[in-house]
């Protein structure tokens, strides 16, 4: 298994520019989740998918948007890139309903907008 | 809403000694408390978990200790080893469907041989 990827894993943009950030598992888990992490600042929630088909926002969502294609993959849209948005994004997943929380991690993709 | 704080920002020790962390949480709602490590250029990995109905958990060199009432949590490393110098960061969650972590803001560790 390949678990959690995610591409690409390194863009630089330009203000303005706009992209999509790819996250797959096939772990077969119902749960997905993007990170955003920031120096001296953990790492924060964009969005969440709870199950295939549903899309909630979390802590800090303004600027994305996300797409759960299928049970594999969710992708993160930023549709008009600000400096503010360069970080490194996580994707992770989980399976839900057997109450086991732990959360795989993919290995990052790192953005920086000019 | 949840928070978590995590303390120290930095914590260097000398190999074969012992490094604790601490978190605490805001919500008592919170029942499931994760420690991922995250090594340079890796996304974070699952190390230790516990729930809000035990106290302390064990695996080999690390442990968790849970106080409900002071709400707070710890992460002890015994016997450190230059491979545990990465950033540790704690995380509560209220578990359910939705199953969202809130994390600290991360320790890094260094251990010097």
């Known amino acids: 298994n390949a678990g959690v990827t995610q591409t690409p894993k390194f863009q630089v943009l330009k203000t303005g520019q706009s992209m999509t950030l790819q996250c797959a598992q096939d772990?077969?888990?119902?749960?997905m989740y993007w990170y955003r992490q920031d120096p001296g600042m953990g790492l924060r929630l964009i969005y969440y998918?709870?199950?295939?088909?549903?899309?909630d926002k979390g802590e800090v969502p303004n600027g994305y948007n996300v797409s759960r294609l299928n049970k594999r993959e969710f992708s993160l849209r930023l549709e008009s890139a600000a400096p503010s948005q360069t970080s490194v994004y996580f994707c992770?997943?989980?399976?839900?309903?057997?109450?086991?929380?732990?959360?795989?991690f993919g290995p990052g993709t790192r953005l920086t907008v000019t | 809403g949840e928070n978590v704080e995590q303390h120290p920002s930095t914590l260097s020790v000398q190999e074969g000694d012992s490094a604790v962390i601490k978190c605490t949480y805001s919500?008592?709602?919170?029942?499931?408390f994760p420690w991922y490590k995250q090594e340079l250029g890796k996304g974070p990995q699952l190390i230790i978990d516990?729930?809000?109905?035990?106290g302390e958990k064990k695996d080999q060199r690390i442990a968790v200790t849970l106080n409900k009432t002071a709400k707070h949590f710890s992460l002890h490393i015994t016997e450190t080893q230059p491979e545990d110098s990465a950033v540790y960061f704690c995380?509560?969650?209220?578990?359910?469907?939705?199953?969202?972590?809130?994390f600290g803001k991360g320790t890094k560790l260094s251990v010097k041989p």
């Open positions: 992770a997943s989980r399976i839900s309903g057997t109450g086991n929380y732990e959360q795989y």
């Open positions: 772990m077969n888990h119902n749960s």
């Open positions: 998918s709870a199950s295939e088909g549903t899309t």
């Open positions: 919500d008592s709602a919170s029942n499931y």
């Open positions: 516990i729930r809000s109905n035990v």
């Open positions: 995380a509560a969650s209220m578990g359910g469907s939705q199953g969202n972590l809130i």
